[in-house]
C-alpha cells in the first residue's frame, strides 16, 4: 500500500521561492513552475535534500493517484488571494503554473484557459514568464499553431532568458525548447521537433504536463517512421501520469505499434482539439535502408 504523502511535505518546494535573499530566487520561481528539482540548489545546504524529497513527493502523488490534494490546495491559495487575503502575486503566479500544468495533464483545456486568463498587467518579467510558456501551452493544444505562434514563442523565450541567472539558463531553455518541440509536432514539422522534445523532457521531469510532451514525441517518432522508438516512448507517456487521457492514448498507440497495426491519420482523429489540417500523418514502418519520409 502507498504511503499518504503530507500535503506541507509537497508544498515545501512551492514555499521555497518566497524566501527572501535566496541566491536566483527567480530561477527557483522558474524552475519549480516549468517542473524541476532546480529550486533545491539554489537553496542552502540543509534545505537542499529537502527540496529533492518534496519534488520527489509531487512526482509520487501523481504516479499514485492523489493528484486532488494537490488541485484542491493550488485552487485554495488562489481563492485566498481572490478574496482579498494578503497573497503574494508571485504565490499566486506559481499556483496557476502549477495548476494550469496539472490541467493541461488531465487534458481539462477550458478549465486551463481559465486559470491563465487572470489579468497579467505589472507583472514582472519572470512571472510574465510564466503566464506566457503557459498560454502558448494552451494555444498550441487548442488552436493550429503556425509560424507566428513559433515566432512568437522563440521571442517570449529569449525575452524570459535574458531575466534568468547565466548558471541555470540552460535548463529553463530546455523548458522552451520542450514548448518550440511541441508547437513544431503540432504544426507537422516531426524531424524539427524530435530533438527539441528529447533535450527539453528532462527540464520537466517533475511537471504534470511531462505526459503531454511524451506523447507528442512519440507522435513525431511515429511519423517519422520509428515506430520502436514510437511504442518506448508512449510507453514512458503512460507511466508518467497514469489515468489521464493521453496516457490512455498512449497506451493504445503502444498496443497497434506492437500489434503491427499502424492506423493511418491516427494522429488527426485521436483528440478532438487536435488541428484537422496538422498534415503529421505516420509513415511506412522504416525499412533498414529506408529514410524517413516527411
Same mark, same amino acid.
Given at each position: 500500500?502507498?504511503?499518504?504523502?503530507?500535503?506541507?511535505?509537497?508544498?515545501?518546494?512551492?514555499?521555497?521561492?518566497?524566501?527572501?535573499?535566496?541566491?536566483?530566487?527567480?530561477?527557483?520561481?522558474?524552475?519549480?513552475?516549468?517542473?524541476?528539482?532546480?529550486?533545491?540548489?539554489?537553496?542552502?545546504?540543509?534545505?537542499?535534500?529537502?527540496?529533492?524529497?518534496?519534488?520527489?513527493?509531487?512526482?509520487?502523488?501523481?504516479?499514485? *493517484?492523489?493528484?486532488?490534494?494537490?488541485?484542491?490546495?493550488?485552487?485554495?491559495?488562489?481563492?485566498?488571494?481572490? &478574496?482579498?487575503?494578503?497573497?503574494?502575486?508571485?504565490?499566486?503566479?506559481? &499556483?496557476?503554473?502549477?495548476?494550469?500544468?496539472?490541467?493541461?495533464?488531465?487534458?481539462?483545456?477550458?478549465?486551463?484557459?481559465?486559470?491563465?486568463?487572470?489579468?497579467? $498587467?505589472?507583472?514582472?518579467?519572470?512571472?510574465?514568464?510564466?503566464?506566457?510558456?503557459?498560454?502558448?501551452?494552451?494555444?498550441?493544444? $487548442?488552436? $493550429?499553431?503556425?509560424?507566428?505562434?513559433?515566432?512568437?514563442?522563440?521571442?517570449?523565450?529569449?525575452?524570459?532568458?535574458?531575466?534568468?541567472?547565466?548558471?541555470?539558463?540552460?535548463?529553463?531553455?530546455?523548458?522552451?525548447?520542450?514548448?518550440?518541440?511541441?508547437?513544431?509536432?503540432?504544426?507537422? #514539422?516531426?524531424?524539427?521537433?524530435?530533438?527539441?522534445?528529447?533535450?527539453?523532457?528532462?527540464?520537466?521531469?517533475?511537471?504534470?504536463?511531462?505526459?503531454?510532451?511524451?506523447?507528442?514525441?512519440?507522435?513525431?517518432?511515429?511519423?517519422?517512421?520509428?515506430?520502436?522508438?514510437?511504442?518506448?516512448?508512449?510507453?514512458?507517456?503512460?507511466?508518467?501520469?497514469?489515468?489521464? #487521457?493521453?496516457?490512455?492514448?498512449?497506451?493504445?498507440?503502444?498496443?497497434?505499434?506492437?500489434?503491427?497495426?499502424?492506423?493511418?491519420?491516427?494522429?488527426?482523429?485521436?483528440?478532438?482539439? $487536435?488541428?484537422?489540417?496538422?498534415?503529421?500523418?505516420?509513415?511506412?514502418?522504416? *525499412?533498414?535502408?529506408?529514410?524517413?519520409?516527411?
Amino acid at each position: 500500500m502507498s504511503r499518504r504523502i503530507p500535503v506541507d511535505e509537497r508544498w515545501f518546494a512551492l514555499a521555497l521561492v518566497l524566501l527572501p535573499g535566496c541566491e536566483g530566487e527567480i530561477a527557483a520561481l522558474f524552475s519549480l513552475a516549468f517542473g524541476t528539482a532546480l529550486g533545491a540548489w539554489m537553496v542552502s545546504r540543509d534545505r537542499q535534500n529537502r527540496a529533492l524529497y518534496a519534488a520527489e513527493n509531487l512526482r509520487h502523488a501523481i504516479a499514485t *493517484g492523489q493528484q486532488r490534494d494537490i488541485e484542491m490546495n493550488l485552487r485554495k491559495q488562489l481563492a485566498l488571494a481572490a &478574496a482579498g487575503e494578503a497573497v503574494s502575486v508571485e504565490r499566486q503566479w506559481l &499556483a496557476r503554473a502549477q495548476l494550469g500544468g496539472l490541467l493541461v495533464a488531465e487534458w481539462r483545456l477550458d478549465e486551463a484557459r481559465e486559470i491563465y486568463g487572470a489579468d497579467d $498587467t505589472g507583472l514582472s518579467p519572470h512571472l510574465q514568464a510564466l503566464a506566457n510558456f503557459g498560454r502558448h501551452e494552451l494555444a498550441i493544444l $487548442t488552436g $493550429t499553431p503556425d509560424e507566428q505562434r513559433l515566432a512568437k514563442i522563440i521571442e517570449d523565450r529569449d525575452n524570459c532568458l535574458g531575466h534568468v541567472p547565466p548558471r541555470y539558463r540552460e535548463l529553463v531553455a530546455d523548458a522552451w525548447r520542450a514548448l518550440e518541440g511541441l508547437c513544431l509536432v503540432r504544426m507537422g #514539422r516531426a524531424r524539427e521537433a524530435g530533438p527539441l522534445l528529447e533535450r527539453g523532457l528532462s527540464s520537466l521531469a517533475y511537471n504534470p504536463a511531462r505526459v503531454v510532451y511524451l506523447f507528442h514525441l512519440g507522435q513525431a517518432y511515429e511519423h517519422l517512421g520509428e515506430r520502436q522508438l514510437a511504442a518506448e516512448t508512449y510507453e514512458q507517456a503512460t507511466k508518467a501520469f497514469p489515468g489521464t #487521457r493521453l496516457a490512455s492514448e498512449a497506451k493504445s498507440r503502444q498496443l497497434a505499434l506492437v500489434d503491427g497495426q499502424h492506423g493511418e491519420g491516427m494522429f488527426r482523429r485521436m483528440l478532438p482539439e $487536435t488541428p484537422v489540417g496538422s498534415g503529421l500523418v505516420p509513415a511506412k514502418a522504416k *525499412g533498414p535502408r529506408d529514410e524517413p519520409q516527411d
